[in-house]
Each structure stands twice: as C-alpha cells, then as structure tokens.
C-alpha cells in the first residue's frame, strides 16, 4: 500500500521564474497539503493538467525527491527513513528515463537486472516473460539507437518492471504512444493490477483514466480537489463523464482564484 499523508512540496523561485509565473513570491507550492491511499488489486489515477503537481506527488514517493513536510509509506517503509525499502519496492516509470543507445534490449535488461542484485535465471526468466508480453524479442540483439519510438518506450516498461516490485508508479504511461503500443501498456497495467499489485499513475488523458483507474484524485493547482470512484467523482459533481467532471471542477478552481 502507498499511504500519503499532508504531504507538501515547496521550491524556492529564481528571478527568472518568478516573472515567467508572474509572480513575487520567492517560493511555491507545487504540492499543498496532498493526502491519499493507493491499494493492491486497485489502479489509482493521479488526474490534472501539466504543472499540477503529479509527477512531483510520484517523484517523491519514488524517493527521487524530498517532500518539504508530509509523510509518505510504500509497503509500510518510509520514503525518507527507508529509501533503500522503497525502492526495492517500487517500479518507477517516467518519460525522462534515458537507456543507453548503445545498448540492445537483452545487454539493458541484464544490465538493470543486475543493479537489483538479481541471479542470471532469474533475469532470463524475467526477460523472455517481458519481451513476450511487449512483443521485443525479435528486436532483443538491435541496438536501442535503432528502435522506434514505440518499442523504446515497451522496452523501459520492461526493464522498470525486471525485479518484479509489488508497487507499479508509472508517469503518464501512454503519453505520445501510437493506439497500440498504448493499449498493450494499459491491458499490462490492468494484468499487474490483478495480480494483486498496487498500480499507481498519472495521466491529463481522462479517456485511459476512466478505463483502467479503480480509483482518482483530480488535482488542480496543487491540491486534490476530489477522491473517488468514477460512480462516486460523476455523481458529486453532477458530471455525465470524467471529463465533463474535470472541467467543472476546474471552472469552480479558476473562480476561486479570482
């Protein structure tokens, strides 16, 4: 389980950054205050427009940064007390993973499987399971200089998930993925999820958050504005889908901040 507890972010702003937010205030806020649960057999989405605050919300459960004040627990560790735990735990996907080009998918896969301490069976036994599910293994011996966008992407997914972790954290997994590379993604994620993994994501594409998340948070300006299923999220705001949703409590943010 991931356990949020008021967690809050705050960054110190350069002068630069303070005109482009237009803005006078040396610091901000990116997350306020963020609490949630994520559970096993359960996808919960994180929902919102770019500069939300959900990729800070990820990367601070994947220990990459510190929360200004909060408390965060994956599997029961503590984010900042147990780092080491949590990563042992975790599979943290994002679009700034950066494989070496050089590299084929097999040398990548026995490279990070080796990082987890992972004996040479295991990580053979892992690959051909992955590269099966994500259609690789025709590509396996191909430099990574050589791939497609799609099979780029297929391939991070499976080394993020090589140690076979209990907790799936992927940042917009389909982001500026072609309809099939994306539908094998989220069939994937909906398998891990019935497996009895705890799957958690972030994603502005309220279509693939509808279709796969058990449960959301729509965050807006740094705060989570509503939690809960979609029956739950529709019927509280009147909405007739989750866009629609989305949008409603977005115009009710906009006019609170006037």
């Keep these: 389980m991931i356990k949020v507890q008021d967690l ?85 996907l994002t679009n700034e993973l950066k494989l070496d080009v050089n590299f084929t998918p097999e040398y990548t896969m026995f490279y990070f499987g080796s990082l987890y301490g992972l004996s040479k069976e295991v990580i053979e036994q892992r690959t051909e399971l992955l590269f099966k599910q994500f259609g690789i293994t025709s590509f396996r011996n191909i430099k990574i200089a050589e791939l497609s966008t799609g099979m780029k992407q297929k391939l991070s997914i499976a080394v993020s998930l090589i140690h076979d972790p209990p907790v799936i954290i992927f940042d917009e997994p389909t982001n500026g993925l072609d309809i099939i590379t994306a539908r ?15 799957v958690i994501i972030s994603t502005h594409i309220m279509s693939v958050a509808s279709k796969i998340c058990d449960r959301f948070s729509i965050l807006l300006s740094g705060k989570i504005r509503i939690t809960g299923t979609l029956s739950q999220i529709l019927a509280a705001t009147a909405s007739s889908d989750l ?16």
């Design 8 to 92: 809050q972010k705050v960054y110190k702003l350069t002068k630069k950054q303070m005109s482009k937010n237009n803005t006078r205030e040396p610091i901000k806020a990116a997350v306020d205050g963020i609490s949630f649960e994520a559970h096993e057999h359960e996808i919960f989405g994180l929902l919102g427009p770019n500069g939300a605050g959900k990729t800070t919300i990820l990367r601070c459960i994947s220990t990459l940064i510190k929360p200004t004040a909060g408390k965060i627990t994956v599997q029961g560790h503590d984010v900042e007390q147990e780092s080491d735990d949590v990563r042992k735990n975790i599979a943290f």
């Design 184 to 198: 094998a993604v989220t069939d994937y994620l909906t398998e891990l999820k019935n497996k009895g993994k705890v």
């Design 243 to 258: 866009e629609d949703a989305f949008f409603r409590l977005y115009s009710e943010n906009v006019q609170e901040g006037i």
